[in-house]
């Protein structure tokens, strides 16, 4: 199993509407993100939490809203999803010892 | 805010070594951390700088000067598979989160 796991993998939705954006983690780190790539714009931190009860915007946390469930799952939502939310969104762990960030395969999301 | 600046494209011939630069302007900089991207993949981490001077992980190695708001990722004997897009990234105060650059696409042509 992949450290951490996202579903789906693509989706499309209809302006308007409600989608959820599931993340899993086994790395057993506390702390959990969600970024969103657009071409030629990196990678930009939508939100991000340090444990359960820790949760806090990032970026662009605008039309989106987060739920931390446990230590290992981490799901963003668009309440009315619109379409320049089209784009490709990242979860992430990070290590607290190397800093580094593990990266989910990424949900493609087409809003139309 | 923050800012990070690194060129859009390279390329370079396989075998060789290519250097992928990375300036910086932010407050509360922690330090500075790469990542490499292939076409439909996840990034992966490749390296952390907290301090000044050169990191060095196999082929790869990272750079930092704090003085100069600046840091570069260096890939020694340069293969078809390091195509990819390489991403500088500051971590910001304790928080460790992170603030991405545009990348740079690297294309390896033999």
């Known amino acids: 199993d992949a450290d951490v796991t996202q579903t789906p993998r693509n989706r499309i939705t209809k302006t308007g509407k409600r989608i959820m954006l599931e993340c899993s983690q086994t790395k057993g780190h506390d702390r959990m993100y969600w970024y969103r790539q657009d071409p030629g714009l990196g990678l930009r931190l939508i939100y991000y939490s340090f444990d359960v009860k820790d949760i806090n915007k990032g970026e662009i946390s605008d039309g989106y809203s987060v739920s931390r469930q446990a230590q290992a799952k981490f799901s963003l939502s668009l309440e009315s999803a619109i379409p320049n939310q089209t784009a490709l969104y990242f979860c992430?762990?990070?290590?607290?010892?190397?800093?580094?960030?593990?990266f989910g395969s990424g949900t493609r999301l087409t809003v139309v | 805010g923050q800012s990070l600046e690194q060129p859009s494209e390279v390329t370079a011939v396989e075998g060789a070594i290519v250097q992928i630069n990375c300036t910086y302007q932010t407050s509360g900089f922690y330090g500075l951390s790469w990542y490499q991207q292939h076409d439909g993949g996840a990034p992966t981490f490749l390296s952390y700088n907290g301090l000044d001077g050169l990191e060095e992980t196999g082929r790869f190695s990272s750079f930092l000067s704090r003085s100069d708001s600046y840091g570069y990722l260096l890939l020694l004997e340069l293969q078809m598979k390091d195509s990819a897009s390489y991403f500088c990234a500051v971590k910001k105060g304790g928080a460790n989160n992170l603030f991405f650059g545009t990348g740079t696409r690297l294309t390896v042509i033999p």
């Open positions: 992430a762990t990070s290590d607290p010892d190397t800093y580094g960030y593990t």
